[in-house]
Structure formats: structure tokens, C-alpha cells
């Protein structure tokens, strides 16, 4: 990649790597000539392949924008920052950045989690306890009727129906 250019100029993605967070969400906006889309997409795939194999890697998307713009976007998911800055720091990876086009500029961020984790909450868990209970009501009540139907015969059902 011949140039980079921070989404924040503030806090560029060589400040960013050395944050602690987990997961992280690389967000890449890559703008390039319209001619070089095909070598482009050729080392794209080749940097991804590598990062495929890196641990700490869960996924990535390349997305290219709708239209005649020869702009990508990149977003790839790590458990931690530690992994991506392995991966980001890591010489093979590094000396593959010079074989994208002159055109492409590169426009990294990181990002965290927003949201909490909302699995890990105890309510879930008594949520998911309550439904179970409920279920379990429900098939001890059905047996229940079929018992009173079928094997004492006392015809519970009938007096229970409607308009009886």
C-alpha cells in the first residue's frame, strides 16, 4: 500500500494497534484507480488468505461500492487487538503491502465492541430457566389429560369442554 491516510488524523491506526481491546473490527476504506481494480483485488485476496491463517482471526467481507467508484471497503473481525497487531505487524504481511497498486490509498480504523455482551447477563439465564418450566408445565398438564382420557376413564375431558 503506497499511501495511507487515517480516518482520524488524531489517532492513526499505528496508535490505535497498540490499544488492549477485544473483539476488534477493522474497517478499511481503499480508493483506487479504476484501471488497477484487477491487481488490486488479486493482492486483496492474497493478504486475506494470509490473514486466514492468523490466530485470533474470525472473518472478513470486501464490499465495493455501488456504481462506476472504484472505492472498496474492508472490514475484518479479530478476538484482540493483540492478534491483529501480530498479524498487522508480521513481515510477510508487511512486504506484501508494496505489491498494491501506486493508486490505492488505504484508510484503516479500528473499532471495539459497542454493545455488551448481552449472553453473558444473568437475566438470560433466567429467561431461558422460565421458558424451559413453562414447557415442561405444559407437557405434564397434556399428559395429565390423556392419563384421566385413557386410563381412568373418568370422563375429565368432557366435563371440561366448552358448553358442558
Not at 484501471?35 to 486466514?52: G, I, P, Y
Not at 490466530?55 to 492478534?83: C, K, M
Not at 431461558?128 to 386410563?151: D, T
Request: charged residues 20%; without cysteine; hydrophobic residues 50%.
Amino acid at each position: 500500500m503506497h499511501a495511507i491516510r487515517p480516518m482520524d488524523p488524531n489517532f492513526p491506526i499505528q496508535r490505535q494497534v497498540e490499544l488492549d481491546a477485544s473483539p476488534v473490527v477493522l474497517v478499511n476504506l481503499l480508493l483506487l484507480d479504476k484501471a488497477d481494480e484487477e491487481a488490486f483485488l488479486r493482492v486483496w485476496q492474497d493478504d486475506a488468505n494470509f490473514m486466514k491463517r492468523q490466530p485470533g482471526f474470525i472473518s472478513t467481507q470486501l464490499h465495493r461500492a455501488i456504481g462506476d467508484s472504484p472505492a472498496y471497503l474492508n472490514y475484518a473481525v479479530w478476538e484482540s487487538n493483540a492478534h491483529f497487531r501480530a498479524a498487522f505487524m508480521h513481515p510477510e504481511f508487511r512486504a506484501k503491502l508494496s505489491d498494491y497498486p501506486s493508486s490505492a490509498v488505504a484508510s484503516p480504523h479500528l473499532f471495539g465492541a459497542a454493545l455488551p455482551d448481552f449472553h453473558a447477563f444473568a437475566p438470560r439465564v433466567l429467561h431461558g430457566i422460565g421458558a424451559r418450566l413453562l414447557l415442561l408445565m405444559a407437557l405434564v398438564h397434556a399428559g395429565a389429560a390423556l392419563y384421566h382420557h385413557f386410563i381412568r376413564r373418568d370422563g375429565l375431558l368432557q366435563r371440561m369442554w366448552f358448553g358442558k
